[in-house]
């Protein structure tokens, strides 16, 4: 009878414990790589002169090689690091702490196995050191961990502690005496949570984690009608190469090959088979296969080939590779990488003649692999404008007048600067923080390459696609099989010869690189996310294999038998369709946003600020738990967070003369230091008339006065400071200290209260629209990350948006499968990819966890005819109940599922 009285105790009284507690727990986590007085590059595996070397600064010395990724990988891609004889480096976070007591500040640096590498944290306020501790003169990795052991060295933490006063404060890291061995940190958490223990790059329980089952139960209406938007109308793909959907593949512009053959009888399949796979098996390929006309990959009729302009491909009049063009009208492209070509003042002219004149039509463009053009083309260092904005404008016009002059150097003759609508930059980092900008100054095709252990690919394909979109263009995937610095490749010999000299760096092997389930995955993603192409860096190379030992074929390699799956999938299915992505993020054309790139900072010129923030914060939200998932150990199925609201979301930017393409999408939620003129006002205006839903931040309200015609509100300059909120004004969860401007209804509602007379979140009719405003300084608490209210509007404005929900055992996803939804001609998609179960590092094969399958149940209001799952082709039962159709799937680790459903 007790032990019942107290469960029924805590039953009712539960909640008031832990809601009456004094106040959430405080963790501020910083990657010290953003700090002020960082600057340039720092590394160690060259030698001991660079791991010694004072730069009388700290320096990025991430991303990580070898040793990094092995232990996991740096927290959030890089980290900071100086040399052993350094005695005299600062640098420095301005932070705000929300209230005065005790705090811990944890710090994630290299330990070297018996060696010091002495630094020391400080925390100053007014020009007084407040607090401050050395760290790195005491082991705090046993000597004998496995990473002492292997690298002799290895992360580890250690912290600092005392009392800090409340408000702004700055947090430094001085260098002021040599070391032993150089000093690499990591990150940084500054927390009041004494029980709290780090471990590896995980970061702590945020206190939005906890938000994403809150809904609101009133079933008020959120969203505007949407009655008369023209949902989708920008979302058709242009065809490329004469084809929906192709993939390019490079072959030998060798003039003596070229000169040997049959210009008359050449087709194109027999240009595949000479280039078919490397050249250490070249010789066995062709033995193998000698008149075999449907051999895997090559006979595939969406193939596209292109040329190197390293090998200065010759289009003359005369030339073999020029009449071969003319004669077959193929589409090709030309690959820039580190090309120098040789031509002369006959050839290069004539080249050029040809690529504007009698095969313009052919020529698709050249492909710059991670980079923004030709080699050595850039478009200036150091800001370039007093803002991002200017600094992007006058940015564009650099390269544009630089890569000009670079064709016309090459091609010695004048070239037009119109000539940049050939360019295809295929970037890796700072491709999201360019997308647009590159479609802006004329480019008709932009690409991105993903790295395996870039956070996160649906993100870079949301500002790919959503910049397509905007402006009338397309996207593709530079494919490379990369983790870090170690790459697949399937030849006889490694690329880059292994043992102890190529200890630290460049691992290039069979074993080495991505798992053969993200390469397939890789494809399903980019094809059913929009790629008009995929474009193979490494050409057919990894494709096939002459394994031994013993004497056995030449047969695909698992990338190749990866890739004809791909293939057959995509003859089968009837129509990808367009993908359904009924949420914009509306971004300052001059965002710069990148929170992965070699300098960090922004542009490669300006620091990270509060925009910034607010935009990787509504990211983490949007693609949840991938904040949570990227303090894992990486994988590189990492790189696919599995976000609970699905793939919906693309990226839009406030060009004046693009706006109208918000009208494709039911919600726009706009974020960071967008500027609005009375062209957007306009737009807007007409946008809610037809039943949009517009999200806004106050700041945004506040540096855009004409926006405040829509909230519904009067916003004050009075700000409060708050540590619990409510969705209903009934129960309050406590959160991290936040700031809120106070704001005075006139006509909108409240959907959530910081306290019973102060709203957080509001909603005001516009025509059929809706216009939601959130009163929180750029989304965030004092601990710089998501506020608590953001997963709960997000709930909400998602609600129903599209046509189809996905459970598991019965529950919503909660980061299970990473899905998305396609549009088809007569039905609908939906993909299921389980980034589960598959645990590979960067050297090594890949070890499944069989247990980590996902039972899916699909379920739908729509009325369906058929449904049919297509990568093992197969009809799928369908189960009706009410108004409900629901089909039940099964996705193995490491899989993807494809459903089409034709509806009535």
């Given at each position: ?230 949902t989708g109308s920008i979302w058709k793909r242009p065809p490329v190469a004469g084809k929906d959907f192709s993939m390019w593949t490079g072959v030998s512009a060798n003039k003596q090959w070229w000169s040997s053959q049959d210009i008359e009888n050449l087709s194109l399949y027999d240009v595949f088979f000479e280039n078919a796979c490397g050249s250490d098996i070249k010789n066995d390929f062709k033995k193998q296969f000698p008149k075999q006309k449907d051999i895997p990959i090559i006979s595939w009729d969406k193939l596209v ?24 009208g193929v589409p090709f492209y030309i690959l820039t990488n580190y090309a120098n070509p040789v031509y002369n003042e006959n050839t290069g002219p004539a080249t050029y003649q040809a690529l504007t004149g009698p095969i313009a039509k052919q020529f698709l463009g050249y492909i710059h692999g991670e980079t923004i053009g030709t080699s050595g083309v850039s478009a200036g260092e150091g800001k370039l404008g007093e803002n991002r904005r200017q600094h992007l404008d006058n940015w564009a016009k650099n390269l544009i007048k630089n ?308 909230t519904g509100v009067k916003i004050t300059d009075e700000t409060k400071i708050f540590n619990r909120w409510s969705p209903d004004g009934k129960k309050y969860f406590l959160c991290v200290d936040y700031p809120v401007y106070v704001s005075k209804l006139e006509k909108a509602e409240i959907l959530g209260f910081a306290d019973e007379q102060t709203p957080i979140i509001t909603r005001n009719a516009v025509g059929e629209g809706a216009v939601i405003c959130i009163f929180v300084p750029h989304l965030v608490g004092f601990d710089e ?120």
């Amino acid at each position: 009878m007790k032990l019942k009285i107290l469960i029924l105790l805590f039953f009712f009284f539960g909640n008031f414990l832990v809601f009456s507690q004094e106040k959430a727990h405080f963790y501020l986590w910083l990657e010290p790589e953003w700090f002020e007085g960082v600057s340039g590059n720092f590394a160690y595996w060259p030698g001991p002169d660079s791991a010694k070397k004072s730069l009388n600064h700290w320096a990025i010395a991430g991303p990580g090689i070898s040793a990094e990724w092995s232990q996991g990988g740096e927290s959030e891609w890089n980290s900071i690091g100086a040399g052993s004889d350094e005695t005299n480096a600062e640098c420095r976070r301005e932070i705000f702490i929300p209230s005065a007591g005790r705090y811990r500040i944890w710090v994630r640096y290299v330990d070297h196995r018996n060696l010091s590498e002495p630094f020391t944290v400080a925390i100053e306020k007014s020009n007084n050191i407040v607090l401050q501790g050395e760290l790195g003169k005491n082991d705090i990795v046993p000597d004998n961990d496995e990473y002492q052991l292997y690298w002799g060295f290895s992360f580890g933490w250690a912290y600092i502690e005392g009392e800090i006063p409340q408000g702004q404060s700055i947090l430094k890291l001085i260098i002021n005496k040599p070391g032993e061995a150089w000093r690499q940190v990591d990150a940084i958490c500054i927390t009041d949570d004494f029980q709290w223990i780090p471990y590896g790059r995980e970061k702590p329980q945020f206190s939005y984690f906890s938000s994403f089952d809150i809904r609101d139960s009133s079933k008020r209406a959120w969203r505007g009608s949407g009655k008369q938007l023209n949902t989708g109308s920008i979302w058709k793909r242009p065809p490329v190469a004469g084809k929906d959907f192709s993939m390019w593949t490079g072959v030998s512009a060798n003039k003596q090959w070229w000169s040997s053959q049959d210009i008359e009888n050449l087709s194109l399949y027999d240009v595949f088979f000479e280039n078919a796979c490397g050249s250490d098996i070249k010789n066995d390929f062709k033995k193998q296969f000698p008149k075999q006309k449907d051999i895997p990959i090559i006979s595939w009729d969406k193939l596209v080939s292109g040329f190197y302009l390293g090998e200065t491909p010759d289009l003359s009049p005369d030339s073999p590779l020029r009449k071969w063009l003319e004669k077959t009208g193929v589409p090709f492209y030309i690959l820039t990488n580190y090309a120098n070509p040789v031509y002369n003042e006959n050839t290069g002219p004539a080249t050029y003649q040809a690529l504007t004149g009698p095969i313009a039509k052919q020529f698709l463009g050249y492909i710059h692999g991670e980079t923004i053009g030709t080699s050595g083309v850039s478009a200036g260092e150091g800001k370039l404008g007093e803002n991002r904005r200017q600094h992007l404008d006058n940015w564009a016009k650099n390269l544009i007048k630089n890569q000009t002059e670079a064709w016309s150097k090459f091609y010695k003759t004048t070239v037009s600067p119109q000539y940049i609508e050939k360019s295809i930059p295929c970037l890796s980092v700072e491709s999201i923080s360019l997308a647009h900008l590159f479609h802006h100054i004329g480019m008709k095709i932009v690409g991105y390459e993903l790295d395996a252990t870039n956070m996160h690919a649906p993100v870079r394909i949301a500002f790919q696609r959503g910049a397509a979109r905007q402006y009338d263009g397309a996207w593709i995937n530079y494919a490379s099989a990369n983790f870090g610095d170690a790459c697949n490749y399937f030849t006889q010999e490694p690329v880059v010869p292994r043992g102890a000299k190529s200890w630290f760096h460049s691992k290039y092997s069979i074993t080495d690189g991505v798992s053969i389930s993200w390469y397939r995955k890789f494809y399903y993603l980019n094809y059913l996310s929009g790629a008009s192409a995929i474009f193979w860096e490494q050409s057919l190379v990894n494709q096939w294999i002459k394994p031994g030992p013993g004497n056995h074929p030449v047969q695909l390699s698992p990338f190749g038998r990866a890739t004809v799956d791909f293939q057959e999938f995509v003859n089968r299915i009837p129509d990808r369709g367009e993908p359904f992505t009924p949420v914009a993020f509306l971004l300052s054309y001059g965002h710069g946003y990148e929170n992965v790139n070699y300098t960090c900072k922004m542009l490669n010129a300006f620091v990270q600020d509060k925009n910034d923030i607010e935009i990787r914060e509504l990211f983490n939200v949007a693609w949840h738990p991938s904040a949570i998932l990227e303090g894992h150990p990486h994988t590189p199925e990492l790189s696919m967070p599995s976000g609970i609201y699905g793939n919906i979301f693309d990226i839009l930017v406030d060009r004046p003369e693009r706006a109208e393409a918000i009208f494709s999408y039911p919600v726009v939620w706009v974020a960071g230091d967008v500027v609005f003129d009375n062209k957007w006002i306009s737009v807007i205006e007409d946008y809610l008339r037809k039943g949009g839903t517009i999200v806004l931040n106050v700041e945004a309200v506040r540096k855009n006065k004409n926006l405040s015609r829509f909230t519904g509100v009067k916003i004050t300059d009075e700000t409060k400071i708050f540590n619990r909120w409510s969705p209903d004004g009934k129960k309050y969860f406590l959160c991290v200290d936040y700031p809120v401007y106070v704001s005075k209804l006139e006509k909108a509602e409240i959907l959530g209260f910081a306290d019973e007379q102060t709203p957080i979140i509001t909603r005001n009719a516009v025509g059929e629209g809706a216009v939601i405003c959130i009163f929180v300084p750029h989304l965030v608490g004092f601990d710089e990350r998501a506020h608590p209210c953001l997963p709960y509007v997000m709930n909400m404005l998602t609600e129903n948006i599209t046509p189809f929900e996905i459970f598991v055992s019965g529950q919503r996803l909660n980061g299970e499968l990473m899905y998305l939804i396609n549009r088809t001609k007569d039905g609908w998609i939906v993909a299921l990819f389980n980034n589960q179960g598959i645990d590979k590092t960067q050297n090594g094969i890949a070890r499944v966890d069989r247990r980590k399958y996902v039972d899916a149940e699909i379920k739908t209001q729509l009325k369906i005819k058929s449904a049919k799952e297509y990568t093992v082709p197969r009809n799928l039962s369908i189960e009706k109940s009410n108004e409900t159709s629901s089909v039940k799937i099964r996705v193995e680790p490491g899989d993807v599922q494809v459903i089409y459903f034709v509806t009535e």
